[in-house]
């Protein structure tokens, strides 16, 4: 089996093949980036060469990387001297991949962020045709009260809310983060043809979704002089902080796997809370390791690991948690 | 058939949820006088207001259903055919609400969901599930009850089946004044009118009855029967122009009660209107012997030894004591020391002055020998530090001041009655806990669980242990500075709360120290809130929980002046 070494916040290191995965440390020689979102970029490298999907590859760009990535698309692999790597869609984000590593200490799984089923505004989500050895999970929504409503109904509330919003003359706001959610709404409200201005941070990567010809529909940037009655899109931190803050008339809603939580709502006073996020609930995350059956299964990326091994343990799955000094029998 | 289903509880539960779900006090208060309309008879009327004003069992009735967390939580774990330690604990420590954590997951688990079979069961038979859960005392009976009332309802009712049964906030954003308002609107009466009733009755289903049938008029004072207490503000938050329209009391550190009195019959109420005579025989005794006229005082009862009034933590000793015993009565005896009289010659006096109250309170108190507070007119704000040194040294909290011309109601009201208090303490303490804030905090951590140190500590394996949550108290500045601080020393995410590195130490004020064996430190703090950010000390210079217990113990045996010369209260 491989062995794993998780090095505290700089990523995933696969110590024998040299591999780093989000990892920004010293030890690796090859690095993979699993997709865009900040708290997984590397924000150094010392590797001979990082790779990353080629929207991830213009998303670290636009975020302000300065080392030099390689692209390596889906399906495609590269081969080190010791291992083959190959992307695998993880349907959390444009360009989020899953990393599969095969080598002569066995195989292994990465999943990054991901979701299943997918965001219609990724690549869709796709498993490697193998047996799984290793498979180091994150899990986000680790506990049985995530558990989220069927896409038919989050997206009947996300285009309920805006044409509601809109016919009794209010402006919708929709919080959700500026990369992913933000454009996965807009995927949505497209179908109303009406005109969307998104925040500035996640206007610059739209264009990247328009690239890989996602459609976002009618959108700008947001002009605080011509907000109002257009569909807005911004980080919950933006609607503390002035945006939008002339529009008397508005309705706001918070979308993300944390409005599954009733304290949101005070939390952020909002008018509605729609639960859609960009990871897999915890009944789908227990599913997906019952399919792959993995030889070892890693949950990382939660405070509550022992819930998820927990409900392994019964199902006779092996896994442990990658915040113990894991060294597993090889 | 649609007007049969405005009974059910789960009509009650959905209107709970659209009251939370919807913003705006106003939106709130007409959902609520909406559903009120719709509710055809008045057993049903009543038992929904009083689900959602004040629980499930009258205010006045002193019942309660009496069911742990605990009881219902494993309950609930049980019914799911999953792990209370490893599963359920998780999900109620990320989500902050049992009842929240049942809900989701009753809806989630696919085991429990098997045994559900909602039966849209009627506001009336949930009235008697609680009955029946009062009237059974064991874990095993009580799961019984809830378990047969569970499979018939849908999560959400069982959710605010349970907020409703533990008479704490439904959570919706909705409170007891909204209830009133909402009363209001439906039946098309003044606020005022309402309130006053409401204070009558103690009732708040009784009151929209009464309000439903355009009989406001009708609601009486019962004696026997008692009402909700007029209350203090902080006058911190009150702006005072003229202090010679008040009178100072000192503020006793005791159980404010409201006690009636007919001959031989004396019954003593708590603040939350509970009866608590039989606790207090010596007092029953003081007042029959007495041969009063038929009357209600408010006043607070205190240990009272060798002249001297004793700390509410020896008053402890005898709350909740059904049958105090004779040593326990011979070591703590207690003294009701009134203020107020609301009740005389058959007839409520609430709207008399309170100047008027008074002197009709002192007449009585020097024909009838029962005491009563020493007041005295406020010269100036100099004659304020004076009176307040002087009730400290009594031992007592500090001083009230009332204001002479003020009716008595129920509730804060405004300036009518303005507590000053001497701060209890001061400790330094570790941030263990960020909590997402709400409202106009939204957005960054506003609220934090503060620890003690036991480092040392043999009893504990643990470095700090909470002592208390506290919110407010630092600038729009500080606060800023502090999430700019917490981002960097967060070890972990539960959702809305941050577990945090301990490194910003809190020099936390409070009002007094209790004996809470139900927290890890078996102390908490009453009021416990910022009086600095203390970024000058470090995690080693936090103070200890024995610390907190020496605290604790130097305020029970700080030195009381007799109450010999200058008295608090006067007698006849």
């Known amino acids: 089996m491989l062995k794993i070494t998780k090095a505290g916040n700089h990523g995933i290191l696969l110590p024998q093949l040299s591999i780093g995965l ?70 959390h984000i444009l360009g989020s991949a899953m990393t ?71 402006t919708p706001v929709f919080l959700a983060y500026n990369l992913g959610k933000a454009q996965e709404i807009m995927h949505l409200v497209k179908d109303l043809n009406h005109p969307v201005q998104i925040h500035g941070a996640g206007f610059k990567l739209c264009e990247v979704y328009d690239q890989e010809g996602i459609d976002l529909g009618n959108y700008e940037t947001y002009n605080r002089d011509t907000c109002e009655g257009k569909i807005l899109v911004c980080p919950s931190s933006a609607i503390n902080n002035g945006f939008a803050s002339n529009v008397r008339k508005k309705r706001i809603t918070y979308c993300s796997g944390w409005a599954a939580m009733e304290s949101r709502r005070s939390q952020l006073t909002v008018d509605k809370l729609i639960p859609i996020s960009d ?50 029998n090889d | 058939m649609s007007n ?87 999900s109620k420590t990320a989500t902050g609400s049992s009842s929240e954590v049942i809900e989701k997951l009753f809806t989630n688990i696919p085991e429990s969901r098997a045994k ?55 959570r919706i954003g909705f409170e007891s004044k909204s209830i009133v308002s909402a009363i209001a609107k439906a039946f098309k009466h003044k606020v005022d009118e309402v309130r006053y009733v409401h204070m009558l009755t103690g009732s708040i289903g009784k009151t929209t009855v009464l309000a439903q049938q355009d009989n406001l008029a009708e609601a009486r004072f019962n004696l ?57 025989p010596e007092i029953v005794e003081y007042f029959t012997e007495r041969s009063l006229p038929e009357i209600v005082l408010d006043g607070e009862i205190c240990v009272f030894k060798d002249d001297t009034i004793l700390p509410f933590q020896l008053l402890q000793k005898r709350m909740g004591l059904k049958k105090p015993s004779k040593k326990v009565l011979q070591e703590y005896p207690t003294l009701l020391i009134s203020y107020d009289i609301l009740f005389y010659d058959g007839q409520p006096i609430f709207e008399k002055t309170l100047a008027e109250r008074r002197t009709l309170l002192s007449e009585l108190s020097s024909k009838f020998n029962f005491p009563i507070t020493t007041q005295q007119h406020i010269r100036d704000k100099d004659h304020i530090d004076e009176l307040f040194e002087l009730a400290l040294a009594h031992g007592n909290e500090g001083l009230m001041l009332k204001h002479r011309d003020s009716t008595y109601e129920y509730g804060q009201r405004r300036k009518s009655w303005l507590k000053v208090k001497k701060p209890g303490g001061s400790i330094d303490t570790i941030m263990m806990y960020a909590h997402a804030g709400s409202g106009k905090r939204g ?18 394996e643990e470095e700090f242990i909470p002592i208390g949550k506290a919110y407010g108290g630092y600038t729009d500045e500080e606060l800023k500075k502090m999430n700019a601080k917490i981002k960097e020393i967060t070890a972990e995410k539960y959702g809305p709360t941050l577990g945090l ?61 007799s109450q010999k010369d200058q008295p608090s209260f006067i007698i006849g």
């Open chain 1, 100 to 170: 599969f590593v095969e080598s002569d200490f066995g195989n292994l799984l990465y999943t990054g962020d991901y979701r299943t089923p997918a965001s219609p505004a990724t690549e869709g989500f796709e498993l490697p045709d193998a047996e799984i050895d290793t498979f180091i999970t994150e899990a986000t929504f680790s506990l049985p009260v995530y558990k989220w409503p069927s896409y038919e109904e989050l997206k009947a509330d996300i285009m309920g809310f805006a044409r509601s919003a809109l016919e009794e003359n209010y």
């Open chain 2, 4 to 90: 049969q289903a405005q009974n059910t509880f789960l009509q009650l539960a959905k209107t709970a949820q659209t009251i939370n779900e919807t913003r705006g006090s106003n939106a709130k208060i007409k959902i609520c006088a909406e559903y009120f309309k719709l509710l055809e008879t008045d057993e049903d009327l009543q038992m929904a207001a009083q689900f959602l004003g004040e629980g499930a069992f009258s205010d006045v009735s002193g019942k309660r259903a009496s069911v742990g967390s605990r009881t219902y939580s494993t309950l609930a774990a049980d019914l799911c055919e999953i792990d209370y330690e490893k599963v359920f604990k998780p």
């Open chain 2, 224 to 280: 026997f029967q008692p009402i909700a207490f007029m209350l203090a503000s902080p006058i911190e938050s009150r702006a005072v122009d003229n202090y010679s329209n008040y009178v100072a009391e000192e503020k006793f550190d005791g159980m404010r009660c409201q006690i009636h009195i007919k001959g031989d019959n004396v019954k003593i109420f708590s603040r939350d209107l509970n009866d608590v005579t039989q606790s207090f």
């Open chain 2, 116 to 170: 559900w079979d909602p039966q849209h069961i009627s506001l009336q038979e949930v009235k008697s599930i609680y009955d029946h859960l009062e009237e059974v005392s064991s874990r095993a009976d009580k799961q019984e009850i809830l378990t047969n009332a569970w499979i018939q309802m849908t999560p959400l009712e069982v959710k605010y089946f349970l907020r409703i049964m533990g008479r704490g906030s439904l």
């Open chain 1, 22 to 91: 989000d990892y920004s440390g010293k030890k690796a020689d090859y690095v993979f980036v699993s997709h865009g979102h900040a708290d997984h970029i590397p924000w150094k490298s010392y590797a001979k060469a990082v790779y990353a999907t080629p929207p991830t590859k213009e998303f670290m760009i636009r975020r302000g990387t300065k080392y030099e990535v390689q692209e390596l698309p889906f399906r495609e692999s590269i081969e080190t001297d010791k291992a083959k790597v190959t992307f695998y869609p993880a349907g």
């Open chain 1, 279 to 328: 990871h897999l609930d915890f009944f789908e995350l227990i599913s997906l390791c019952e399919h792959l059956q993995p030889k070892m299964t890693y949950i990382t990326h939660t405070p509550n690991p022992n819930v998820v091994k927990h409900y392994l343990d019964e199902r006779g799955i092996p896994s442990q948690s990658l915040y113990m000094e894991a060294e597993p």
């Open chain 2, 443 to 460: 957005g960054t951590y506003s609220d934090f669980t503060l620890g003690v140190s036991v480092r040392d500590d043999e009893r504990y």
């Open chain 2, 501 to 561: 590195l301990p490194e910003i130490v809190i020099e936390l004020e409070f009002d007094d120290i209790q004996v809470n064996k139900r927290t890890k430190a078996n102390f908490t703090l009453r009021f416990p809130r910022f009086k600095a950010i203390r970024w000058d000390l470090s995690p080693d210079d936090v103070d200890t929980l024995k610390d907190v217990e020496h605290l604790y113990k130097e305020k029970i045996d700080q030195e009381r002046l």
